[in-house]
């Protein structure tokens, strides 16, 4: 079970923190991570992380303004989302698939590919 927290509404160059808590599996054997989904658009894989290599992932778009990491004893990814564009507007889910390939594979691999989902939050960025 994935459950997220933060998001919200700012203006261009603001930041957004977002939670995962994730319960009901040994975490140490999954990457979790965000995926941003806008209507009538393809979702994309936005960042990632190995909960057992802390090897991390990040859409070409968020590279140097997100970081995301992860707190192991509290189950918990972060994702850390500074200097927003409009662009970065959407619904961002929390999944959860096993660790079998490369973060960036686990990434960006197709929906219905990942075990769990969370229940979505919705960022907003706008003047």
């Known amino acids: 079970q994935l459950v997220e927290s933060g998001g919200g509404s700012v203006q261009p160059g603001g930041s957004v923190n977002l939670s995962c808590a994730a319960s009901?599996?040994?975490?140490?054997?999954?990457?979790l991570g965000w995926t941003r989904q806008v209507p009538g658009k393809e979702r994309v894989g936005v960042s990632c992380?190995?909960?057992?290599?802390?090897?991390?992932y990040y859409e070409e778009s968020a590279e140097g303004r997100f970081t995301i990491s992860k707190d192991n004893a509290k189950g918990t990814v972060y994702l850390k989302m500074d200097n927003l564009k409009p662009e970065d507007t959407g619904v961002y889910y929390c999944?959860?698939?096993?660790?079998?390939?490369?973060?960036?594979?686990?990434?960006?691999?197709?929906?219905?590919?990942?075990?769990?989902w969370g229940q979505g939050t919705q960022v907003t960025v706008s003047p």
């Open positions: 999944v959860a698939v096993t660790d079998w390939a490369t973060v960036e594979t686990l990434c960006t691999m197709e929906s219905y590919e990942y075990e769990a």
């Open positions: 009901g599996a040994d975490l140490e054997y999954y990457t």
């Open positions: 992380i190995s909960m057992s290599s802390g090897d991390t």
